[in-house]
């Protein structure tokens, strides 16, 4: 996976403390939620694979929102809650590199998906009569395939670009995951260029898709004034949801990359919120503002003997 002679194989994680005791409540605390982030989208996955009930498009796309949330979690939690109770935090090259890939394929996939679900609720608000013509099977399995491959390119992009960067010096990368930014000061060259590439690759896609979602809800938000008192309470229920969705997501995301090549204290804290944060909020928001899916819930997860 190389492409520059570097004489560093292996990188160090420098990890959220170096604090013994504070390390184990890392532990602790990481470990719950990672599994209690794993529990919750995989009830979502499999509630709307499982019950009848959950059918139109915006479960389909909710499905693999979860799908992508848990894995997307999986990328950075299990290395942060490993090292915070082993005494050499090393990560290989490869394995960094590897990393830096699956953290924004699957983080591209919950931008996509996101846009998608707008879209989706744009539809089914301002174009109700031709919703179902709209969004039907081969549309909806079209716009995931594309979401899927759009994200395949921005994350082999994204690997492309660090893949450049030779690193023959210090190998202390100050994060619990191999992030671009404090990998871009470890590196034996200008990287200037580089970093304008990967604001021009992950910064971009961050705003624009954080600008169409927030314009696609606010002509929602517009649009209900057309409608009756009942459907506009129901509608304003799903688009804050969403709403607080893509802000939770989003704004961490464009802080981290749309900046020059430095680092902040206050960064692994904001890693720490899209990279686990998130993941967990996200099913627990739909989950609790969803009328559908707690009543899937109960009917399959609670009526069974």
């Given at each position: 996976?190389?492409?520059?002679?570097?004489?560093?194989?292996?990188?160090?994680?420098?990890?959220?403390?170096q604090?013994?005791?504070?390390e184990?409540?890392v532990?602790?605390?990481f470990?719950f939620l990672y599994?209690?982030?794993?529990?919750a989208?995989?009830?979502?996955?499999?509630?709307?694979?499982?019950?009848?009930?959950?059918?139109s498009?915006?479960?389909?796309f909710?499905?693999?929102?979860?799908?992508?949330?848990a894995?997307?979690?999986?990328?950075?939690?299990?290395?942060?809650?490993?090292d915070?109770?082993?005494?050499r935090?090393?990560?290989?090259?490869?394995?960094?590199?590897?990393?830096?890939?699956?953290?924004?394929?699957?983080?591209?996939?919950?931008?996509?998906?996101?846009?998608?679900?707008?879209?989706?609720?744009?539809v089914a608000?301002?174009?109700?009569?031709?919703?179902?013509?709209?969004m039907?099977?081969?549309?909806?399995?079209?716009?995931?395939?594309?979401a899927?491959?759009?994200?395949c390119i921005?994350s082999t992009?994204?690997?492309?670009?660090?893949l450049?960067?030779?690193?023959?010096?210090?190998?202390?990368?100050?994060?619990f995951?191999c992030?671009?930014?404090?990998?871009?000061?470890?590196?034996c060259?200008?990287?200037?260029?580089?970093n304008?590439?990967?604001?021009?690759?992950?910064?971009?896609?961050?705003?624009v898709?954080?600008?169409?979602?927030?314009?696609?809800?606010?002509?929602?938000?517009?649009?209900?004034?057309?409608?009756?008192?009942?459907?506009r309470k129901k509608?304003?229920?799903?688009?804050?949801?969403?709403?607080?969705?893509?802000?939770?997501?989003?704004?961490?995301?464009?802080?981290?990359y749309?900046?020059p090549?430095?680092?902040?204290?206050?960064?692994?804290m904001?890693a720490?919120?899209?990279?686990?944060?998130?993941p967990?909020l996200?099913?627990?928001?739909?989950?609790?503002?969803n009328?559908?899916?707690?009543k899937?819930?109960?009917k399959l997860?609670?009526?069974?003997?």
């Amino acid at each position: 996976m190389e492409l520059n002679n570097n004489t560093v194989t292996e990188f160090i994680l420098f990890g959220l403390t170096q604090d013994i005791v504070k390390e184990k409540i890392v532990f602790v605390v990481f470990l719950f939620l990672y599994l209690a982030t794993l529990l919750a989208n995989l009830l979502i996955v499999l509630t709307i694979r499982c019950s009848g009930m959950l059918g139109s498009p915006m479960y389909f796309f909710l499905f693999y929102l979860s799908f992508a949330d848990a894995c997307f979690a999986t990328t950075t939690a299990p290395r942060l809650i490993v090292d915070a109770v082993s005494k050499r935090k090393v990560i290989s090259y490869n394995e960094c590199m590897t990393q830096i890939f699956t953290v924004h394929f699957f983080g591209g996939i919950e931008i996509f998906v996101l846009i998608i679900m707008s879209f989706d609720h744009y539809v089914a608000i301002c174009k109700p009569l031709r919703y179902t013509t709209i969004m039907s099977q081969y549309v909806c399995g079209a716009l995931l395939k594309l979401a899927w491959v759009g994200s395949c390119i921005h994350s082999t992009v994204q690997l492309s670009l660090i893949l450049q960067l030779p690193f023959c010096g210090p190998n202390v990368i100050d994060h619990f995951f191999c992030e671009v930014q404090p990998l871009l000061k470890l590196a034996c060259m200008d990287t200037y260029r580089i970093n304008l590439l990967i604001v021009s690759n992950t910064g971009t896609i961050c705003i624009v898709s954080f600008i169409l979602l927030i314009m696609s809800y606010v002509f929602i938000l517009h649009s209900l004034s057309h409608k009756s008192a009942g459907g506009r309470k129901k509608a304003l229920s799903t688009c804050t949801s969403h709403i607080i969705v893509v802000i939770l997501f989003f704004v961490p995301c464009i802080f981290t990359y749309t900046r020059p090549p430095l680092t902040f204290q206050v960064d692994k804290m904001v890693a720490v919120f899209y990279t686990i944060g998130t993941p967990l909020l996200n099913p627990l928001i739909y989950t609790l503002r969803n009328a559908d899916i707690k009543k899937a819930m109960k009917k399959l997860w609670c009526n069974q003997q």
